[in-house]
């Protein structure tokens, strides 16, 4: 009996490798290459996105900008979404439907934003294939800084619709 192929993710394999993420950034998100951010892990479930204290993302008041802090949660559910409709062969649009966030400690050390949501997006796009209707997941990405402090949390809603033809 022949092995299964497994189909590849274009989007998890982008993200595998630092150098063509990073060409990505520049073409495509030019603000996440000039902040550093860089995505650490993904899975179907999981993904990691680091964002470093420096002078580019800094504030007045010593800390990383809370723009900056946004995008780097926005990217770690982002790239989830990404990977999830990658997924399909249907093309299907993604967008931002509604942020929350709250911030529980000053941002002054490398950052680390984590969801483990990935599963709510794959759920969503094969829903809004099905429905051919728009669908939405929400996902949650905690930052924690280096020494394992809860700096900040974001709640984003998606919303997934399969592209008219």
């Not at 998890?12 to 150098?19: D, E, I, T, Y």
Request: proline share 3%; net charge positive; glycine share 4%.
């Amino acid at each position: 009996m022949e092995k299964e192929k497994k189909k590849v993710n274009k989007i998890r394999k982008l993200a595998g490798n630092h150098l063509r993420m990073r060409i990505f950034f520049l073409k495509h998100l030019p603000m996440a290459f000039f902040a550093g951010l860089k995505i650490t892990e993904i899975n179907r479930e999981k993904a990691s996105v680091t964002v470093p204290y420096k002078y580019l993302n800094k504030n007045p008041f010593r800390s990383v900008y809370f723009a900056v802090l946004s995008m780097a949660a926005e990217l770690s559910t982002g790239i989830l979404a990404m990977a999830a409709i990658s997924d399909f062969s249907v093309p299907v649009s993604m967008l931002v439907l509604e942020m929350k966030a709250s911030f529980t400690k000053k941002a002054r050390t490398r950052i680390t934003f984590t969801c483990n949501d990935g599963i709510n997006f794959s759920s969503a796009v094969a829903r809004s294939i099905e429905t051919n209707e728009g669908q939405t997941a929400e996902a949650t990405a905690i930052g924690y800084d280096e020494e394992g402090d809860e700096v900040a949390r974001f709640t984003f809603t998606w919303t997934f619709k399969p592209k008219q033809s």
